[in-house]
C-alpha cells in the first residue's frame, strides 16, 4: 500500500496524468480497492477534474464504511474519510509542492 499507493513515485512527481491512469486502472480490475479510488481522487483534484474528483472519494468513503480492513488501512495511513477532511489534505499538498 504504502509504495504503490501512498508513496506512489507518479504522484511525488507530479505526473497526475500517469497516476490518474493507474489508480483508473487498478480501481476498474479490482472490486472496491478503496486506496486505488482515494488516490484516483487525489489525482482529479490535482488535474482540476473537481466532478471526477468527487465520485472517487464517495466510492472510497462508501468502502470504507462497509469494509473494516479498508477502514483499520485509511486510519493507519490518515487518510481523510470525509470531504471537508479531504480538501483540507489536498490544500496541505499543494502548500507542500509550491
Known sequence: MRCNFVENR??????YETA???FKEVSE???SHAFALY?????KHFLGDLMGKNEAFLQYVEITDKAD?????SDYFQLASSVEAFDIQ???FERISA
Open 29 to 31: 480490475r479490482t472490486e
Open 39 to 43: 488516490f484516483l481522487a487525489v489525482t
Open 20 to 22: 490518474e491512469r493507474l
Open 90 to 92: 489536498m490544500q496541505k
Open 69 to 73: 480492513k479498508w477502514k483499520m488501512a
Open 10 to 15: 507518479s504522484l511525488r512527481t507530479s505526473d
